[in-house]
């Protein structure tokens, strides 16, 4: 399904509602972030008031994860405050006013407090994360939020290749992008893709 396919899907199943929230999952590299991005920019070109939520403002903070011994794990399903993600998506499924959330920050690596406010004007938000679909006891909550559900899988190959490009980019040599991508990343994306519950539209791109 293309974006502008996707929008008009959206705008048809959230007519009538107060507020209509979309889980967009994959794996990381699957180009969640992208997508939602697009989606917003249409909407609003249609009139209609959207917000990005994204799980990686949830993040543990280095210190705790370090204290852990998980920081080289960053990422994985274990280094998320789950419950406070959780307590946000609930409150924001109730459509209280003026919800803050967090943000993070992929440049310094640290996820920001409060860095955005969510309002009743938000009519639409389109949550993107690695996890939202996770068939795992501790993501479960998370499925009676959706309103619909999205799946973004273009592949291991694509996948590894932009797991590797992402760490390039950040100023790694090739040694260390891949031992980035290929310690951590690539395992988190299998895991994505084979404990995932199906989605109600799946994305091969």
């Not at 210190?63 to 920081?71: A, F, K, M, P």
């Not at 990422?75 to 998320?80: D, Q, R, Y």
């Not at 760490?167 to 990343?185: H, I, P, T, V």
Request: no cysteine; proline share 4%; hydrophobic share 40%.
């Amino acid at each position: 399904m293309r974006p502008r396919d996707l929008v008009d899907h959206i705008i048809r199943r959230s007519d009538g509602h107060r507020r209509f929230i979309i889980a967009i999952a994959g794996p990381p590299g699957a180009g969640k972030s992208t997508l939602s991005e697009q989606l917003v920019t249409m909407l609003k070109t249609r009139s209609i008031q959207s917000r990005i939520i994204s799980m990686d403002g949830f993040h543990l903070e280095n210190s705790i994860l370090e204290r852990l011994g998980i920081l080289d794990r960053k990422g994985s399903p274990t280094t998320f405050d789950v419950p406070a993600f959780i307590q946000v998506m609930k409150r924001l499924a109730a459509y209280e006013s003026d919800v803050a959330i967090p943000k993070f920050d992929r440049k310094k690596d640290i996820s920001i407090e409060r860095a955005s406010i969510v309002s009743t004007q938000d009519k639409i938000l389109i949550v993107e994360g690695n996890y939202l679909l996770l068939n795992d006891k501790q993501w479960a909550e998370l499925q009676n939020i959706w309103d619909e559900t999205v799946f973004i899988n273009p592949g291991m190959e694509i996948l590894e290749k932009r797991l590797i490009d992402r760490w390039l980019s950040y100023g790694m040599d090739n040694e260390s992008a891949q031992k980035r991508a290929f310690g951590n990343d690539i395992p988190n994306a299998k895991n994505v893709i084979e404990n995932s519950l199906p989605a109600n539209i799946l994305i091969k791109y």
